[in-house]
C-alpha cells in the first residue's frame, strides 16, 4: 500500500487527499500474478517570473488565483497519489501557506518545468511523475486519468496528451501540434502545421496538450541530456526525448484546455471557467 508524502520532505502545507486505496493504484503488467503497486506524484512547476504575462500564476481567473483552479483540478484526479506545487517564488510559496498545499521550493536557475519536477523527485521518491502545468487553469482530473492510461503498458516511459485541433488555430505557431505513428507514439512536434496537406485530402490536425508524466529514470535521463538543434529550433522541450530515441506515447482527449500566456488567453480562460461556475450543473 502506498502512503501519502512524507511531511519531513514538504516545506509547507499538508497532504489533503485521504489515504490511498488499492483501486486508486496504476498496475503496469496486467499479466503479472503480484501486480506491483506504482506511486504517482503530480508536480506542479510554478515559476513567477513570465516574459509574457508577468506573475501570471498569481493572476485572478474568475475570482481566483489561476494556480488555484489547477491545484484543485489535481487533487480530484485518483491516479495522483500525492500532488506538490514546485515553485522559486515567496509569493507562491505564501499562497501555498494559506491554502494548505504542500510545496517545495526550487533553483530559480533552473531552465524548465521538467528541471523544477526532477528537482521533486531528487527529494520525494516516486515511480512516476506527473509535470502538470501550472498555466493550464481549464484543467481537468480527467486529463491527468489520460495521461496515465498509456502507463498499463510497461514500456511506455513518457506521456502526453493531444486534442484535436481547432482549424483556427492550425497555423497559429503559439499552439503546439503532434503527429503521431499507429500505435500512439510521437512523431514529431512542430508549431507549424503538421502534416503538411499538399493534396488538400484534410487529414486531420492535432493539438499538444502540454503535460507529461515521466517515469523516474526518464524524467532524471532528460535532464541529463543536452539540448538538440530541433529543440532549440522550435523552443519545445519535449523534442529532446525524439532527438535522443526516447518514446513518447500520446494520448487522445477530447478535453480542449487554454494555455494562459497572454492577456488574450487570460480572458479566454476567464470567459469558459465563469460559464462553467454559473453553469447550472454546478
Not at 501557506?97 to 523544477?116: A, C, K, V
Not at 484535436?164 to 499507429?182: F, M
Not at 499538399?198 to 499538444?208: I, Y
Not at 508524466?213 to 524524467?219: H, P
Request: aromatic share 6%.
Amino acid at each position: 500500500m502506498l502512503g501519502v508524502v512524507p511531511e519531513e520532505k514538504v516545506i509547507g502545507g499538508k497532504k489533503e487527499a485521504s489515504p490511498v486505496t488499492e483501486a486508486d493504484l496504476i498496475i503496469l503488467d496486467s499479466n503479472s500474478t503480484e501486480k506491483p503497486a506504482q506511486r504517482v506524484l503530480g508536480v506542479i512547476p510554478a515559476r513567477l517570473a513570465s516574459t509574457r504575462l508577468p506573475k501570471k500564476m498569481l493572476r485572478r481567473i474568475a475570482g481566483r488565483p489561476m494556480l488555484e483552479w489547477v491545484y484543485e483540478a489535481a487533487v480530484r484526479c485518483p491516479g495522483l497519489d500525492a500532488t506538490i506545487v514546485a515553485t522559486d517564488s515567496s509569493e507562491i510559496a505564501n499562497l501555498c501557506l494559506e491554502h494548505g498545499w504542500p510545496f517545495q521550493m526550487t533553483s530559480p536557475d533552473l531552465p524548465s518545468g521538467s528541471d523544477r519536477v526532477q528537482a521533486v523527485a531528487e527529494e520525494i521518491p516516486a515511480d512516476i511523475y506527473v509535470n502538470i502545468q501550472g498555466d493550464e487553469p481549464l484543467l481537468q482530473p480527467e486529463h491527468l486519468s489520460a495521461l496515465l492510461r498509456p502507463f498499463l503498458r510497461a514500456h511506455v516511459d513518457v506521456s502526453t496528451l493531444r486534442v484535436a485541433c481547432p482549424p483556427e488555430s492550425v497555423n497559429n505557431p503559439n499552439v503546439v501540434k503532434v503527429v503521431t505513428s499507429l500505435d500512439g507514439r510521437a512523431l514529431y512536434f512542430s508549431r507549424s502545421a503538421i502534416p503538411f496537406d499538399r493534396d488538400h485530402s484534410h487529414p486531420g490536425f492535432w493539438k499538444h496538450i502540454g503535460l507529461y508524466a515521466y517515469r523516474a529514470d526518464a524524467l532524471y535521463q532528460f535532464t541529463c541530456l543536452p539540448y538538440g538543434e530541433l529543440e532549440r529550433a522550435e523552443r519545445l522541450e519535449q523534442l529532446r526525448f525524439l532527438e535522443n530515441g526516447i518514446p513518447v506515447y500520446v494520448e487522445t482527449t477530447d478535453v480542449d484546455t487554454v494555455g494562459v500566456d497572454t492577456e488574450e488567453d487570460l480572458l479566454a480562460a476567464e470567459l469558459m471557467l465563469g460559464r462553467q461556475t454559473h453553469s447550472p450543473a454546478l
